[in-house]
């Protein structure tokens, strides 16, 4: 990671990948490729988003922690047998911060009693950089191929590029605003999207964090909003939290109400969390995500907090 070129970008905006449910193929619905954070708090964080986290919500994020960290995650959707993987390195301790990562989703929805499937695999790279003490700047550019054997979908492949800022506005409150697939190969898998999020730190334990996101391809009704609240308790003198985590989404395009929950086990080198998300109104989907990181060299949070509050 430490021969990365920097690239100073600057712009706005917040992240769509893939949807693969077959109902909500306006890739409008709510992402499936969220790991156990953010799906637990409701799919915010944007304002917020180191490690990982920035591969899928917001590259402008990654300056916010120094950090090296591996990463790896796994979802399931009963519904349709969806299945979703991601792996990522990233490394915040150098000037230039960036992260490599992969994302591949599957899932086999039925169709008037007849078996589908959908697969996309997706590979990036993503970039960033503080440009003043409270000004931090980034983006991503990604390869996705994406198949589908449902009738009236069409494969589509090709790169993208997203653009993010994060703004710490105190050391209390981050607010970001990202944007995602704005430029590069068209697909409806893959739209363009703009979203914005808030994180705020009333107590060093304690994270609120609410986001929204539109997708800017949509011929119809568009909007997801959502956000949570995430406590780490702490021991043996701070170098063990456990982070419970609960979150809410609305959905405009599904007029879809999810709840969401999840916890977490973390030490100096390794981190375990548990992500769950139930909609309670316009559907009955259920979604379950764990992810397990493993750190390198650790510093304290740019953003406000001790080291486990990223």
């Known amino acids: 990671m430490r021969s990365l070129p920097m690239i100073v970008m600057g712009v706005a905006a917040a992240t769509l990948t893939v949807s693969i449910s077959a109902a909500?193929?306006?890739?409008d619905s709510l992402t499936e490729d969220q790991g156990a954070r953010e799906?637990?708090?409701?799919?915010?964080?944007?304002?917020?988003?180191?490690?990982?986290?920035a591969t899928t919500l917001n590259p402008a994020g990654l300056p916010l922690s120094q950090d090296l960290v591996?990463?790896?995650?796994?979802?399931?959707?009963?519904?349709?047998?969806?299945?979703?993987?991601?792996?990522?390195?990233?490394?915040?301790?150098?000037?230039?911060?960036g992260c490599f990562y992969y994302n591949y989703v599957s899932a086999s929805p039925g169709a008037d009693g007849m078996e589908t499937k959908r697969r996309a695999h997706t590979?990036?790279?993503?970039?960033?950089?503080?440009?003043?003490?409270?000004?931090?700047?980034?983006?991503?550019?990604k390869y996705f191929d994406y198949n589908s054997k449902v009738m009236g979908e069409t494969d589509t492949s090709g790169f993208n590029w997203d653009l993010g800022m994060t703004v710490k506005v105190s050391d209390l409150v981050n607010i970001a605003v990202v944007g995602y697939d704005l430029w590069?190969?068209?697909?409806?898998?893959?739209?363009?999207?703009?979203?914005?999020?808030?994180?705020?730190?009333?107590?060093?334990?304690?994270?609120?964090?609410?986001?929204?996101?539109?997708?800017?391809?949509?011929?119809?009704?568009?909007?997801?909003?959502?956000?949570?609240?995430?406590?780490y308790f702490t021991g043996r003198q701070g170098q063990l939290g456990v982070p419970v985590r609960l979150g809410a989404v609305y959905d405009?395009?599904?007029?879809?109400?999810?709840?969401?929950g999840g916890l977490g086990?973390?030490?100096?080198?390794?981190?375990?969390?548990?992500?769950?998300?139930?909609?309670?109104?316009?559907?009955?989907?259920?979604?379950?995500?764990?992810?397990?990181?493993?750190?390198?060299?650790?510093?304290?949070?740019?953003?406000?907090g001790g080291q486990f509050l990223q």
């Open 39 to 53: 799906l637990a708090l409701g799919g915010g964080m944007r304002a917020g988003a180191t490690g990982a986290l």
């Open 252 to 260: 405009s395009a599904m007029s879809g109400t999810f709840i969401s």
């Open 123 to 141: 590979f990036g790279l993503t970039m960033s950089r503080q440009i003043l003490p409270h000004i931090l700047i980034g983006s991503a550019v």
């Open 184 to 231: 590069g190969a068209k697909s409806t898998q893959f739209p363009r999207a703009i979203g914005s999020g808030i994180m705020a730190r009333p107590t060093p334990a304690m994270s609120l964090v609410f986001d929204g996101l539109w997708n800017l391809d949509a011929s119809g009704k568009t909007g997801r909003y959502g956000g949570g609240a995430e406590y």
């Open 24 to 27: 909500r193929a306006d890739a």
């Open 265 to 304: 086990l973390t030490s100096l080198k390794v981190g375990l969390d548990l992500g769950a998300r139930k909609e309670v109104k316009g559907g009955d989907e259920f979604v379950f995500t764990a992810s397990l990181r493993f750190f390198g060299p650790r510093g304290v949070s740019s953003g406000g």
């Open 70 to 97: 591996f990463e790896g995650a796994y979802g399931y959707r009963p519904s349709d047998s969806a299945s979703v993987l991601h792996l990522s390195a990233c490394d915040s301790t150098t000037a230039a911060p």
